[in-house]
């Protein structure tokens, strides 16, 4: 069943159309990665299902409740991490929960026991007595999320939950979300690559309020790409080697590069080849025979940033591209 | 129900977490007792004054001192009142807090309600200190109990037609400095505007007089409890609340 329901999802500020078009579900128990680069829509998309301000038009239903006709049970459902964590700093964190918990419905006691619990959940029961604007920002962090835990509800909406976090910590917060896989529906926003790859099940890009891709993580693998890309170091004259390279078969592409500075003698190349295991035993096998020196040979991992740029840039050109001879047609 | 307990308590936790309850009472603690004291000496010179007449006049302590001193604390909390409110939703925006708030399972009114009673209850508490200077009243004289919890219940009314007024200026901005200045205005608007009634006169003059703030408290600590009076102030602070819920409202749908 399906935890979040977006169909057709788009808000307007003005004359800027910040979501255009956004279509996605995610099923009960997923953790679901929405990745895209600053201003594509994700915390818009994220207001949108936490209530904060109606869609334009489209629509978005949480547990099967939508959000502008039912958004009271829609808000039920969901706990909200917003992206600058806003907590009240001048509360103690102990008070500041029993606070959500009276504002979520909670009755005393039950707000009480509540507050116990996410703080051991999330690991701040030591620092219950403390005000929170003098917590750190990775504690601030888990106040925030333990905000979200209160009342229990099915749905967790984060936006940006390891922004500004030192290693550690992000470790930390991102294996309390994974703890969560299962029993509860999360949406998690990041500009983050590897994180969601981490983190995620399932992955949601959108780029300028519309959805490029969304799919498995490893949609962001680079073994996506059909060639892979080598380096190849070798002692021996980088001329003769430039040409033994070139009449490999497999191998698509040479760029001798700059022999780095503490290594004199060594020819180094970036190659474009098959993404093929033999291939790169037998450019090992070549050089070798040709009497040069094998001093290195490394496939070039494409990382996830680039995977990310190619989505969206591809995407970006491919409307470009439509919409030119749309307006072709047109003329 | 318990979300609006919940904002009440987080208000009132507010309240006394921040220097600002305290320099308030300090304050109108300070002016009150000078008020009362320099009140009490007029009205003692005058009544001995009284006596001395061969004819027997006998003076009212509640329409020569209480009805006057009451008069000059309903200015000074119409200027203390928008400090209490300049806060209560312009922090939230500002601080993006309210969109966390807005986030939970609550209705907009909840959470209108819960400020504007937390908001009275300080107010309350801020005329607390006052019921001294009526011990010391009933401890010196015999003053009229029923006149003095009427002029009393006049003052509530009033504290809460200027906070009513205060959130909705709160709810307009996200600048507490902007949001007092404007309430303040506002209500000092309200205050003068039926001086000008007689002055512009006809039904309009009339209308400018039924709207004024002042006029209507005036009957309450004579101990005259007046329903136009009492169904002035219930729709003053309904109205305003009215227009803050959907003023809070409107944020969502423009945002």
Redesign the interface.
């Known amino acids: 069943m399906a935890m979040i329901e977006v169909k057709d999802l788009r808000k307007r500020f003005g004359d800027h159309l910040a979501v255009d078009g956004l279509d996605f579900s995610v099923a009960a128990g997923e953790i679901l990665g929405f990745l895209g680069p600053n201003g594509a829509g994700k915390t818009t998309t994220m207001r949108i299902l936490t209530g904060y301000f109606p869609p334009s038009s489209g629509s978005a239903t949480i547990a099967g409740h939508d959000v502008v006709d039912d958004p009271l049970a829609a808000r039920r459902a969901v706990g909200y991490l917003p992206e600058n964590v806003p907590l009240y700093v001048d509360m103690r964190v102990r008070e500041y929960l029993d606070f959500v918990g009276g504002a979520k419905g909670l009755k005393g006691l039950e707000a009480r026991r509540e507050t116990k619990r996410v703080m051991e959940a999330t690991g701040i029961a030591d620092r219950a007595g403390q005000l929170i604007k003098q917590l750190s920002k990775g504690y601030r962090q888990r106040v925030g999320l333990a905000q979200a835990l209160v009342a229990d509800p099915p749905v967790l909406i984060l936006d940006e939950p390891t922004i500004g976090l030192d290693p550690r910590q992000i470790v930390e917060i991102r294996s309390l979300i994974k703890e969560m896989a299962g029993s509860k529906t999360v949406i998690l926003s990041s500009h983050i690559l590897p994180e969601v790859a981490a983190t995620c099940e399932r992955v949601v890009i959108i780029n300028q309020g519309r959805l490029v891709a969304q799919g498995p993580p490893s949609l962001l693998r680079p073994e996506q790409a059909g060639n892979s890309r080598l380096r190849l170091a070798a002692l021996g004259d980088p001329a003769r080697l430039l040409a033994l390279l070139l009449d490999l078969p497999g191998v698509e592409g040479v760029h001798p590069e700059a022999a780095p500075a503490d290594q004199p003698g060594v020819a180094v190349f970036s190659l474009t080849a098959a993404a093929d295991p033999a291939l790169r035993a037998s450019l090992a096998k070549a050089v070798v025979e040709s009497g040069a020196g094998l001093v290195e040979l490394t496939p070039i991992a494409q990382s996830l940033e680039e995977v990310f740029v190619q989505l969206i840039t591809s995407e970006s050109a491919a409307t470009a591209e439509a919409e030119n001879s749309a307006g072709e047609d047109a003329a | 129900m318990?979300?609006t307990?919940?904002?009440f308590?987080?208000e009132m936790?507010?309240y006394f977490?921040?220097p600002i309850a305290y320099v308030l009472w300090t304050c109108f603690v300070a002016l009150t007792g000078y008020f009362f004291y320099s009140g009490l000496l007029y009205y003692s010179m005058a009544s001995m004054q009284a006596m001395q007449q061969p004819w027997g006049v006998t003076l009212n302590l509640q329409e020569m001192l209480m009805a006057p001193l009451m008069s000059n604390w309903s200015v000074m909390l119409m200027l203390i009142s928008p400090l209490l409110t300049m806060r209560l939703l312009s922090e939230e925006k500002r601080?993006?807090?309210?969109?966390?708030?807005?986030?939970?399972?609550?209705?907009d009114a909840s959470v209108v309600w819960g400020k504007f009673l937390a908001a009275l209850t300080m107010f309350a508490l801020i005329l607390l200190p006052t019921l001294a200077q009526v011990a010391i009243l009933f401890w010196l004289g015999q003053p009229h109990l029923p006149a003095i919890l009427a002029g009393y219940l006049g003052l509530i009314f009033m504290g809460g037609a200027f906070i009513a007024l205060g959130l909705l200026a709160s709810a307009l901005t996200e600048n507490q400095i902007v949001s007092g200045v404007l309430s303040f205005v506002a209500l000092l608007m309200l205050w003068v505007v039926g001086w000008s009634g007689n002055l512009v006169g006809g039904s309009l003059g009339e209308a400018l007089k039924a709207l004024a703030l002042g006029p209507h408290f005036e009957g309450f600590p004579k101990g005259l409890i007046d329903t136009a009076d009492v169904a002035y102030f219930i729709l003053f602070i309904g109205f305003f609340l009215f227009v803050t819920i959907r003023t809070l409202e409107a944020k969502?749908?423009?945002?």
């Open positions: 318990s979300a307990a919940a904002i308590r987080k936790r507010a977490c921040s601080s993006g807090t309210i969109e966390l708030l807005l986030s939970y399972p609550l209705s969502r749908w423009k945002a």
